[in-house]
Protein backbone atom coordinates (compact mmCIF):
# COMPACT_ATOMS: atom_id res chain seq x y z
CA UNK A 1 0.00 0.00 0.00
CA UNK A 2 2.98 2.71 0.58
CA UNK A 3 4.66 1.33 -2.99
CA UNK A 4 0.85 2.16 -4.28
CA UNK A 5 0.25 5.75 -2.51
CA UNK A 6 4.06 6.33 -3.42
CA UNK A 7 3.40 5.75 -6.89
CA UNK A 8 0.23 7.95 -7.48
CA UNK A 9 0.12 10.63 -4.78
CA UNK A 10 2.47 12.95 -2.66
CA UNK A 11 1.81 12.34 0.63
CA UNK A 12 1.06 15.14 3.31
CA UNK A 13 0.52 14.58 6.95
CA UNK A 14 -1.11 17.21 8.42
CA UNK A 15 -1.14 16.79 12.54
CA UNK A 16 -4.55 17.18 14.66
CA UNK A 17 -3.14 16.78 18.17
CA UNK A 18 -3.38 20.41 19.04
CA UNK A 19 -0.14 20.19 21.47
CA UNK A 20 2.46 19.23 18.51
CA UNK A 21 0.24 20.83 15.46
CA UNK A 22 1.89 24.07 13.71
CA UNK A 23 -0.17 27.04 12.26
CA UNK A 24 -0.26 25.23 9.31
CA UNK A 25 -1.82 21.91 10.40
CA UNK A 26 -4.46 24.60 12.04
CA UNK A 27 -5.18 26.76 8.97
CA UNK A 28 -5.52 23.42 7.08
CA UNK A 29 -7.64 21.54 9.30
CA UNK A 30 -10.08 24.66 9.35
CA UNK A 31 -9.81 24.54 5.29
CA UNK A 32 -11.24 21.45 5.23
CA UNK A 33 -13.49 21.71 8.21
CA UNK A 34 -11.93 18.92 10.18
CA UNK A 35 -11.91 18.85 14.17
CA UNK A 36 -8.83 18.68 15.74
CA UNK A 37 -8.12 15.54 17.84
CA UNK A 38 -10.51 13.49 15.43
CA UNK A 39 -9.34 9.98 14.23
CA UNK A 40 -7.37 10.03 11.45
CA UNK A 41 -9.04 10.46 7.51
CA UNK A 42 -7.17 10.61 3.80
CA UNK A 43 -8.47 13.48 1.59
CA UNK A 44 -7.09 13.40 -2.08
CA UNK A 45 -7.01 16.66 -3.76
CA UNK A 46 -6.37 17.71 -7.12
CA UNK A 47 -3.16 19.85 -8.51
CA UNK A 48 -5.10 23.10 -8.17
CA UNK A 49 -5.90 21.70 -4.24
CA UNK A 50 -9.70 20.99 -4.56
CA UNK A 51 -11.27 17.88 -2.87
CA UNK A 52 -11.48 14.49 -5.40
CA UNK A 53 -13.56 13.10 -3.39
CA UNK A 54 -15.30 12.98 -0.29
CA UNK A 55 -12.93 12.52 3.17
CA UNK A 56 -12.26 8.49 4.00
CA UNK A 57 -13.67 9.42 7.30
CA UNK A 58 -13.39 6.65 9.82
CA UNK A 59 -11.93 4.16 7.30
CA UNK A 60 -8.39 2.42 8.04
CA UNK A 61 -8.82 -0.92 6.80
CA UNK A 62 -6.99 -1.91 3.62
CA UNK A 63 -9.95 -2.69 2.10
CA UNK A 64 -11.32 0.59 2.52
CA UNK A 65 -8.25 2.60 2.04
CA UNK A 66 -7.83 1.26 -1.23
CA UNK A 67 -11.29 1.58 -2.27
CA UNK A 68 -11.40 5.06 -1.33
CA UNK A 69 -8.02 6.25 -3.54
CA UNK A 70 -8.91 4.41 -6.62
CA UNK A 71 -11.99 6.25 -6.54
CA UNK A 72 -10.00 9.64 -6.69
CA UNK A 73 -7.67 8.24 -9.04
CA UNK A 74 -10.87 7.12 -11.44
CA UNK A 75 -12.19 10.69 -10.88
CA UNK A 76 -8.96 12.73 -11.67
CA UNK A 77 -8.90 10.11 -14.87
CA UNK A 78 -6.16 7.90 -13.92
CA UNK A 79 -7.55 4.47 -14.45
CA UNK A 80 -5.67 4.02 -17.45
CA UNK A 81 -2.94 4.14 -15.01
CA UNK A 82 -3.89 1.13 -13.15
CA UNK A 83 -4.10 -1.09 -15.50
CA UNK A 84 -1.95 -3.83 -16.78
CA UNK A 85 0.32 -3.83 -13.77
CA UNK A 86 0.59 -6.96 -11.97
CA UNK A 87 1.45 -5.84 -8.53
CA UNK A 88 -1.37 -3.26 -8.77
CA UNK A 89 -4.32 -6.22 -9.36
CA UNK A 90 -2.11 -8.33 -6.70
CA UNK A 91 -2.47 -5.64 -4.25
CA UNK A 92 -6.51 -5.37 -5.39
CA UNK A 93 -6.97 -8.70 -4.98
CA UNK A 94 -5.32 -8.74 -1.53
CA UNK A 95 -7.34 -6.11 -0.69
CA UNK A 96 -10.84 -7.98 -1.51
CA UNK A 97 -11.27 -5.94 -4.45
CA UNK A 98 -11.53 -6.50 -8.60
CA UNK A 99 -10.78 -3.97 -10.89
CA UNK A 100 -14.28 -3.22 -13.50
CA UNK A 101 -12.59 -2.18 -16.84
CA UNK A 102 -13.95 -0.46 -19.96
CA UNK A 103 -13.96 -1.61 -23.18
CA UNK A 104 -10.50 -0.03 -23.85
CA UNK A 105 -9.29 -2.04 -20.65
CA UNK A 106 -8.88 1.29 -18.21
CA UNK A 107 -9.62 0.95 -14.83
CA UNK A 108 -13.45 2.96 -14.04
CA UNK A 109 -13.85 1.21 -10.58
CA UNK A 110 -13.66 -1.81 -8.09
CA UNK A 111 -15.99 -5.41 -7.54
CA UNK A 112 -16.63 -7.38 -4.58
CA UNK A 113 -14.34 -10.20 -4.73
CA UNK A 114 -17.20 -12.13 -2.41
CA UNK A 115 -18.02 -15.45 -3.17
CA UNK A 116 -14.95 -15.66 -5.53
CA UNK A 117 -12.26 -16.57 -3.00
CA UNK A 118 -11.62 -19.89 -2.34
CA UNK A 119 -9.23 -21.83 -0.44
CA UNK A 120 -6.69 -24.92 -0.67
CA UNK A 121 -4.03 -27.03 1.60
CA UNK A 122 -0.98 -28.54 0.18
CA UNK A 123 1.28 -30.56 2.39
CA UNK A 124 5.71 -30.63 1.55
CA UNK A 125 9.01 -31.17 2.65
CA UNK A 126 9.13 -27.66 4.23
CA UNK A 127 6.39 -24.95 4.35
CA UNK A 128 8.37 -22.32 2.95
CA UNK A 129 9.38 -23.79 -0.12
CA UNK A 130 6.08 -24.05 -0.58
CA UNK A 131 5.18 -20.36 -0.05
CA UNK A 132 7.99 -19.57 -2.42
CA UNK A 133 6.26 -21.57 -5.03
CA UNK A 134 2.95 -20.27 -4.67
CA UNK A 135 4.58 -17.29 -5.25
CA UNK A 136 4.92 -17.51 -9.07
CA UNK A 137 1.08 -17.59 -9.10
CA UNK A 138 -0.86 -15.20 -10.51
CA UNK A 139 -4.13 -14.91 -8.23
CA UNK A 140 -2.69 -15.80 -5.16
CA UNK A 141 -4.26 -13.75 -2.56
CA UNK A 142 -2.45 -14.75 0.45
CA UNK A 143 -0.06 -18.21 2.22
CA UNK A 144 -0.29 -19.05 5.26
CA UNK A 145 2.44 -21.82 6.49
CA UNK A 146 2.25 -24.05 9.65
CA UNK A 147 1.75 -27.54 10.57
CA UNK A 148 -1.46 -30.16 10.08
CA UNK A 149 -1.48 -33.97 11.49
CA UNK A 150 2.53 -33.61 12.32
CA UNK A 151 3.54 -32.16 8.08
CA UNK A 152 4.28 -28.98 6.98
CA UNK A 153 1.49 -27.56 5.04
CA UNK A 154 0.43 -24.06 3.26
CA UNK A 155 -3.04 -22.68 3.54
CA UNK A 156 -3.91 -21.03 -0.15
CA UNK A 157 -6.73 -18.58 -0.92
CA UNK A 158 -6.55 -17.36 -4.38
CA UNK A 159 -8.83 -15.42 -6.81
CA UNK A 160 -10.58 -18.32 -8.72
CA UNK A 161 -11.81 -15.92 -11.81
CA UNK A 162 -7.36 -15.57 -12.09
CA UNK A 163 -6.41 -19.25 -10.72
CA UNK A 164 -8.42 -22.45 -9.66
CA UNK A 165 -7.73 -25.53 -7.77
CA UNK A 166 -6.86 -27.20 -11.18
CA UNK A 167 -3.90 -25.52 -11.65
CA UNK A 168 -2.83 -25.13 -8.29
CA UNK A 169 -3.08 -28.93 -8.20
CA UNK A 170 -0.95 -29.02 -11.19
CA UNK A 171 2.07 -27.10 -10.02
CA UNK A 172 2.07 -28.95 -6.77
CA UNK A 173 2.36 -32.34 -8.19
CA UNK A 174 5.48 -31.34 -10.39
CA UNK A 175 7.22 -31.32 -6.73
CA UNK A 176 8.74 -33.90 -5.65
CA UNK A 177 7.23 -34.38 -1.55
CA UNK A 178 4.34 -32.28 -2.21
CA UNK A 179 0.64 -33.36 -1.39
CA UNK A 180 -2.95 -31.74 -1.23
CA UNK A 181 -5.03 -31.86 2.10
CA UNK A 182 -8.92 -31.82 0.45
CA UNK A 183 -11.30 -29.75 1.82
CA UNK A 184 -14.55 -30.83 0.25
CA UNK A 185 -15.79 -33.57 -1.76
CA UNK A 186 -15.50 -31.17 -4.97
CA UNK A 187 -11.55 -31.58 -4.33
CA UNK A 188 -11.33 -34.89 -3.40
CA UNK A 189 -13.49 -35.76 -6.45
CA UNK A 190 -11.05 -34.26 -8.91
CA UNK A 191 -7.92 -35.22 -6.70
CA UNK A 192 -8.83 -38.95 -7.61
CA UNK A 193 -9.99 -38.50 -10.94
CA UNK A 194 -6.97 -36.70 -12.06
CA UNK A 195 -4.55 -40.03 -10.84
CA UNK A 196 -3.01 -38.79 -8.08
CA UNK A 197 -1.36 -41.20 -5.75
CA UNK A 198 -3.15 -41.76 -2.52
CA UNK A 199 -0.08 -41.09 -0.35
CA UNK A 200 0.16 -37.78 -2.16
CA UNK A 201 -4.13 -37.05 -0.97
CA UNK A 202 -4.91 -36.21 3.19
CA UNK A 203 -8.27 -35.22 4.06
CA UNK A 204 -8.24 -31.86 6.23
CA UNK A 205 -11.91 -32.95 7.21
CA UNK A 206 -12.31 -34.18 10.93
CA UNK A 207 -14.27 -36.67 11.94
CA UNK A 208 -17.94 -33.96 11.66
CA UNK A 209 -16.52 -33.02 8.26
CA UNK A 210 -15.29 -29.77 9.96
CA UNK A 211 -11.71 -28.65 8.45
CA UNK A 212 -8.93 -29.30 10.93
CA UNK A 213 -7.24 -26.38 12.83
CA UNK A 214 -3.39 -25.26 11.11
CA UNK A 215 -0.98 -24.84 13.64
CA UNK A 216 0.11 -21.54 12.60
CA UNK A 217 3.99 -20.82 12.72
CA UNK A 218 3.02 -17.13 13.51
CA UNK A 219 0.57 -14.25 13.16
CA UNK A 220 -1.52 -15.17 9.65
CA UNK A 221 -1.22 -11.92 8.59
CA UNK A 222 2.26 -11.44 9.13
CA UNK A 223 3.51 -14.38 6.93
CA UNK A 224 3.70 -13.28 3.29
CA UNK A 225 7.89 -12.95 3.06
CA UNK A 226 8.08 -15.45 -0.20
CA UNK A 227 4.87 -14.53 -1.92
CA UNK A 228 6.14 -10.35 -2.04
CA UNK A 229 9.78 -11.37 -3.12
CA UNK A 230 8.98 -14.21 -5.06
CA UNK A 231 11.02 -13.28 -8.11
CA UNK A 232 8.96 -13.08 -11.28
CA UNK A 233 5.55 -13.76 -8.83
CA UNK A 234 3.14 -11.08 -8.84
CA UNK A 235 4.39 -9.34 -5.42
CA UNK A 236 7.85 -8.84 -7.27
CA UNK A 237 9.15 -5.30 -6.54
CA UNK A 238 6.04 -4.47 -3.56
CA UNK A 239 7.54 -3.81 -0.40
Known sequence: MAEFISTFFIPVLVNNNPAYFSTEDSDTLARFNEPHENNP???VLSPDGNT??????????LTGIFEYLVRALVELGAGKELSGKRW???LA????WRFVKDS????????DLEGEVETATFFMECYWGGEALFGDVFGIISTFP???DGVEVVEVQFDTVKTGFPELLEKVLERDGFGVFVHNEVQ??????????ETLMKDRRDEKGMLKEIQWISKRTEVK????NKEGGPWEGFP
Open 88 to 90: IDA
Open 104 to 111: AGFVVGLS
Open 188 to 197: AKFVKESGVA
Open 146 to 148: GWL
Open 52 to 61: VVASSGDVWT
Open 41 to 43: TSR
Open 225 to 228: YHLR
Open 93 to 96: TSAG
